[in-house]
């Protein structure tokens, strides 16, 4: 007979721009590691209080710590990717965060990505060749 094994963490995906963060949320504590180094330590030239903005929001600073595997982009895109994800798993384990976190902007998806380049045309995404005036 197989044994059903209980889930002690919660998962969810952040993303941002390029970046893709997993992060999984377990109760305890302990510290919060990124890609298995310390959360400061990974994004080192970021201010520290961005990284628990969501822990602060919601009053749970020594309850939970997060693991994370994040990839793609450069570290901002990153850090936002992570603050998503982490929001996200709060809310999926207890359900009242949503309003506390919400007019935070912690739990808006940044649509904002950059425009791919159009063949036939210069460098930038929209840039033109210049036209001979005569």
Do not use: C, W
């Not at 045309?121 to 033109?128: E, F, I, K, S, V």
């Amino acid at each position: 007979m197989k044994k059903e094994s209980k889930k002690e963490f919660i998962s969810a995906v952040g993303r941002r721009k390029r970046s893709v963060a997993r992060v999984r949320l377990y109760s305890g504590k302990s510290q919060s590691l990124v890609n298995d180094l310390p959360i400061g330590e990974y994004f080192k030239n970021i201010s520290p209080i961005y990284f628990f903005k969501p822990f602060e929001v919601t009053h749970t600073t020594g309850k939970y710590y997060a693991t994370a595997k994040v990839e793609g982009g450069g570290k901002k895109g990153q850090l936002g990717a992570f603050l998503l994800g982490l929001s996200r798993a709060l809310v999926e384990f207890s359900p009242e965060n949503r309003q506390v976190l919400k007019p935070f902007n912690l739990l808006t998806r940044d649509p904002r990505e950059k425009e791919r380049r159009k063949f036939g045309l210069a460098q930038g995404a929209r840039a033109r060749k210049q036209s001979p005036k005569r």
